[in-house]
């Protein structure tokens, strides 16, 4: 660090940290994050080659283990997160699975909410036991359900909230005091909530991981995840993991993240406060069967809501008629795209049914409240006038 880094000895607020953390400039003093697009890095000697390899010298040796770039954007999350340590990943994908199998062995046992994001259930469900890691997947709601499914060998616990995508809360503190009881670790999947509303850290969670895609990057432009936790687990738990399994992040789109960060709290902002106006809009129309968001009173949980998040999400799930309802809500949307992505500064629509979560039975699906009939919007940062104006009219066309 050199003296043009803003002094980090004062405890910034998050907004400030999310422009100036963790930035560490090189002897020429530029402005914006340096971009230290390299594999490796070399050494004044076989001495100093060797002093690195033990550890006696601190540096970079590969950028599948670290690089500058890619340690703001961890240093960055960390100060906002409140986190001791992170190490950041491909994607949201590469954070989850390496937060999991990291820490678990055969003859293990993890225990998650089963509204998971559709990757998210398939490692538990399908890739765990064949490395003989037993899981069960239960109601996150219901904390009776938690207690229950504990067994003597249950070393993790896993759960997403608001969940995707009827954006159900489980109460995060409730489950890290059971997790605290067995001497197991909780992990919470933020995504949703982001890192401004909701931290998991604060209310006990052991780990937290994001998927970087979503709200973080926020313009559509590049795939990343982290994960965040005690100095203690990442060194101990998943850095020898991460290190030579490889789902490292690029150190290009680490400096995309670095930028996305900066305007993530006006962002995040935004498109909650029209999220929010969205679904009091769709709450009022005849057309709507039942309307989620978290920021509302007539949430089932908006008690916890209010408990454990500072704010709604800038999604909202809401259910039509049936499917070919909800087609035709799609269909007739002139501004907001249909796609399964989420966070975006674009508003995007999905038909989780048969997009996001077809590979689920019509069972789990029915268990989940998934009906055909349910449609998830991200709400962006278009001017909330015309996203009403043409969720209007695509209602008026049904
Ligand atoms: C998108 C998402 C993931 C996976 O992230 P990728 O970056 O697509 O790999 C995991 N969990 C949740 C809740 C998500 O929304």
Excluded at 122 to 149: R, Y
Excluded at 223 to 230: A, N
Aim: with cysteine; net charge negative.
């Amino acid at each position: 660090m050199t003296a043009s880094n803003v002094d980090t000895s004062v405890n910034w607020k998050p907004a400030t940290q999310l422009v100036h953390g963790g930035t560490d400039r090189s002897l020429h003093g530029e402005t914006s994050e340096a971009l230290y697009l390299t594999q490796g890095f070399v050494y004044d000697s076989a001495e100093a080659a060797e002093a690195r390899f033990t550890g006696d010298e601190p540096g970079y040796i590969y950028s599948r283990y670290a690089n500058p770039t890619v340690s703001m954007f961890e240093k960055r999350m960390c100060a906002l997160e409140g986190a001791e340590a992170a190490l950041a990943t491909s994607s949201g994908m590469g954070a989850v699975s390496a937060a999991l199998l990291c820490q678990l062995n055969a003859g293990d046992h993890i225990v998650a909410a089963r509204a998971l994001f559709g990757s998210c259930r398939w490692v538990v469900e399908k890739l765990a036991p064949q490395f003989g890691i037993e899981s069960t997947l239960i109601d996150g709601t219901d904390l009776d359900a938690w207690k229950s499914a504990i067994q003597p060998n249950t070393k993790v616990l896993f759960l997403e909230s608001p969940t995707n995508p009827t954006l159900e809360l489980v109460d995060i503190a409730a489950v890290a005091d059971l997790a605290n009881e067995i001497g197991a670790k909780l992990v919470v999947d933020n995504v949703f909530a982001t890192p401004l509303y909701q931290q998991p850290l604060q209310l006990g969670a052991h780990v937290v991981v994001y998927s970087a895609t979503k709200h973080i990057d926020g313009q559509g432009r590049c795939l990343g995840g982290i994960v965040l936790s005690s100095e203690e687990w990442i060194s101990e738990k998943l850095y020898d993991f991460f290190r030579h399994t490889g789902p490292s992040l690029s150190p290009f789109n680490a400096w995309v993240l670095l930028k996305g960060l900066e305007t993530l709290p006006v962002r995040v902002a935004l498109q909650t406060s029209n999220a929010a106006r969205i679904s009091d809009f769709l709450a009022e129309s005849q057309h709507t069967k039942r309307v989620i968001y978290p920021g509302r009173s007539d949430h089932p949980q908006a008690e916890l809501a209010r408990r454990q998040m500072k704010a709604g999400s800038t999604l909202v799930a809401f259910e039509l008629a049936g499917k070919s309802q909800a087609f035709a809500f799609e269909n007739a949307l002139k501004l907001i795209r249909i796609s399964n992505n989420l966070g975006d500064a674009k508003s995007l629509i999905t038909h989780p049914a048969t997009t996001t979560h077809k590979n689920l039975s019509e069972e789990d699906r029915a268990i989940l409240g998934i009906s055909d009939g349910v449609v998830r919007l991200s709400v962006g940062l278009e001017d909330i006038d015309d996203l009403l104006l043409d969720i209007e009219q695509a209602l008026a066309k049904l």
